[in-house]
């Protein structure tokens, strides 16, 4: 009877072992291989990290991850609460009827020179959830637009232009409204020649 319970117990154990050893292998290792090897070959792009390069090549960010622009020339990207710092994602404990959150946005909006007559749009003034989000409304790209092209040098038309195409391949659900990625919309305006891109 004793012995017969020990073989049990140790029958037990080594199926146990062996459970936990097929699980591993199926779940951290043939399964994230698959799904990599997919992803590579579905979406090669996304799988890379949607990573931007400038004309000679490099790697200057990500589709999906904000920069800190704030040099006149350039379109600006919604205010982060982690200071674009993406291995520390994320948004602000901050009550938002606090007086922190009441000063950093009226701080934003004297940035941006904002007044009654020409109110900021919400997204320049409120930070995004990751603080890291790469895009802004179309309304807060035309906002910007007569900045950057007075820092350019170039036609305020022209600067409409290049946000509206970008406005138009990406829309809000549900809204209609077009969404402009920052960097992309900053990399084409340089492409142009008009100034060369330092993210801060």
């Given at each position: 009877m004793k012995t017969t319970l020990m073989e049990d117990t140790g029958a037990?154990?080594?199926?146990?072992?062996?459970?936990?050893?097929?699980?591993?292998?199926?779940?951290?290792?043939?399964?994230?291989?698959?799904?990599?090897?997919?992803?590579?070959?579905?979406?090669p792009e996304a799988a890379s990290g949607s990573l931007v390069r400038n004309q000679a090549g490099k790697v200057v960010g990500s589709?999906?991850?904000?920069q800190a622009f704030t040099k006149p020339g350039y379109f600006w990207p919604r205010p982060s609460a982690v200071k674009y710092t993406a291995e520390a994602a994320g948004g602000s404990n901050l009550s938002p009827a606090g007086p922190e959150v009441r000063e950093?946005?009226?701080?934003?909006?004297?940035?941006?020179?904002?007044?009654?007559?020409?109110p900021l749009p919400a997204d320049l003034a409120a930070t995004s959830g990751?603080?890291?989000?790469?895009?802004?409304?179309?309304?807060?790209?035309?906002?910007?637009a007569s900045r950057v092209a007075h820092a350019r040098g170039m036609a305020l038309s022209d600067v409409e232009a290049a946000i509206r195409r970008h406005a138009d391949g990406q829309k809000i659900l549900g809204s209609g409204e077009g969404l402009v990625n920052v960097l992309v919309l900053n990399m084409?305006?340089?492409?142009?020649g008009k100034t060369t891109m330092v993210p801060r």
């Open positions: 037990n154990i080594a199926a146990s072992l062996r459970i936990a050893l097929a699980t591993i292998v199926l779940c951290s290792g043939l399964y994230p291989l698959f799904i990599f090897s997919f992803a590579h070959f579905a979406v589709r999906l991850i904000a950093r946005a009226l701080k934003t909006v004297k940035e941006y020179g904002a007044d009654s007559r020409h990751s603080g890291l989000d790469p895009l802004i409304t179309l309304r807060a790209a035309l906002f910007q084409e305006l340089d492409a142009a």
